[in-house]
């Protein structure tokens, strides 16, 4: 089967991915743009995507300014650092086939890339600055050799590659200073200047997930980021892994969850995103699928929370599929309506309003 029980919006969450597919087919607009990746990485994905010269001289770095003195490179990491208003994500190439780097970058009509783009729109519609990290940024990191090789002795499933890029992702964040992260397929709820941080006994901020134990939205300074990194990584030595076919794995999610005690003590827990099965149907996809908008008890109830993550799980949930079936629909076909419905339930937000969604409940 390919189906379960096929929702009223089906058909149109189909027409609507397929229209978007086209939009962005007919952009001239580069999903690798200066501004929202650092020098460095946004030379490499052009160069693999084949935009930039391949020439000596016309190989210069597309983000320095004409005198090539790195200008546009100290701008951009100057305004990650020390902002409130600025959130991370981390993107980087992943082929299909291999498993491994990707040898070119994911075509603009891609999920990936879609998704990215539905992502960066969704922050910044809520005020917020954005920024894509990639490999290249946890390179910049002091602790980056040593720490790759010790990645090695972890298990880490038969999706290596991705399950090392979580873990070097945490160096990233620490490399450009730290803040808030991330994954891009988590939306807000909220602006940059509603948003508290995770206070330690001592009354200082402490790295905070604000997800529970699941890495989806996280905030730190610098040096929380390097501290997490390292506890993660200690973590999946002592950990116990699982079993997934015929791979063991340890998660840098699965260290996070090893983490949480005793609590406090290694990091703050708030439950602030919205993610569990029975939430998200309330809130979000079961409010798309009857194709109504939000009641003011229903924006205010949102308003205890700070952002969304639309997971592979719940995305597959709201279409009426197995996320885990094999055969029938592939994960990248359940996946490609995600950026659709990212961009349709911000459309349906925006109608809450700020006021509605100012909430006693999230301090």
Known sequence: RTMAKPLPRRVA??????VVALALLLMSD?????????????LRLRRLSGTSASTAENNADPCDDENGDGALESIWRGRGRGRDDVVHTFFEPIDRKTRGPMSGVPPSNSTEVRTLDA???????????????????????PDFGAYESSLDSVPLGGNAYYNRLCY??????AAVGGGW?????????????????GKGEDGA?????????????????S???????????????????????????????MGLQALRDPP?????????????????????????TAGRSYTQKECHKLGRYRAVHFSHVIVADALGVDPWERGGMSLQEKLSDRPVMIRTWMDMLAKCGDEKLASDART
Request: aromatic share 10%; glycine share 8%.
């Open 168 to 173: 070097l992702r945490w160096l990233a964040m």
């Open 181 to 197: 992260m991330s994954d891009f397929d988590v939306v807000p709820i909220a602006g940059p200047s509603t948003l508290g941080y």
């Open 205 to 221: 901020d402490r790295f905070t997930s604000y997800g529970g134990p699941v890495p989806s939205l996280l905030h730190g300074s």
């Open 223 to 253: 040096e929380e980021w390097t501290r997490m990194a390292h506890l993660l990584l200690d973590a999946s030595k002592r950990g116990k892994s699982i079993q997934v076919g015929k791979y063991k794995l340890f998660s840098d999610m």
């Open 119 to 141: 992502w960066r729109s969704a922050w910044e519609s809520k005020g917020w600055t954005v920024r894509v990290l990639t490999l290249d940024d946890a390179r910049r990191h």
């Open 13 to 18: 969450l189909a027409a609507a991915s397929l």
């Open 30 to 42: 580069d999903p690798f743009r200066c501004e929202y990746l650092s020098a460095s990485s946004a």
């Open 264 to 288: 406090g003590e290694n990091y703050v827990i708030r439950k602030e995103v919205l993610q569990s099965h029975a939430e998200v149907r309330e809130l979000v996809t079961g409010l798309m």
